[in-house]
């Protein structure tokens, strides 16, 4: 009886590594080359999407329209015919052969005009337990100041390397690339 064994096969790495500084010139070269040809793809592909995106909402404009003015209607006949529909109030949902009406209560929620001159008010009235104070590290301060690390162990200051290539890309006279 043969054992099944749960090793995961890898492929070997397809990396083209240069081999000189003239091979890594050309490497960096291609990938500029790569990177505007992915960029003109994406270019036409947004042409097409926003030419299809046109193309449909305009064919459902008068159907959200029609949609919008059936909406209304029954919304208005139903607020009419509420306490008969909801049988005084009996209940919320309103079977129909073709579907249902229903009216629901949203859940409460607070609505602040003036932050400012609520805070104030809420502090002048002793109140403070309405007010949230949200305590966090500041970050900036720790970096302007690393001296403190020595003193809190949980705290430390990572730095990494990041390792970028940038091909040219000289505009021709007269482009208008953004």
Known sequence: MKSR?????QSAAVSQVPQTLEQADEAIAAIGGLQRHLARLTADMNDQLTTVKQAYEKRAEPLLKMLGEL???????????????????????????????????????????????????LRQ????????????????????????LTRVPELSITQGEDFVITPFDVPLDGDQTL
Not at 5 to 9: Q, R
Not at 125 to 148: G, M, S, V, W, Y
């Open 71 to 121: 909406q209304e209607g029954t919304k208005i006949w139903c607020e009419a015919n509420r306490a008969m529909l909801t049988r005084d109030g009996k209940t919320k949902t309103v079977p129909f052969p073709s579907g249902e009406v229903a009216w629901r209560m949203r859940p409460p929620s607070v609505s602040v005009r003036g932050t400012e001159s609520a805070l104030k008010r």
């Open 5 to 9: 064994s749960n090793k995961l096969k």
């Open 125 to 148: 009235i002793d109140a403070k337990r309405f007010i949230r104070t949200k305590e966090e590290i500041n970050r900036q301060a720790i970096l302007d100041h690393p001296e403190i």
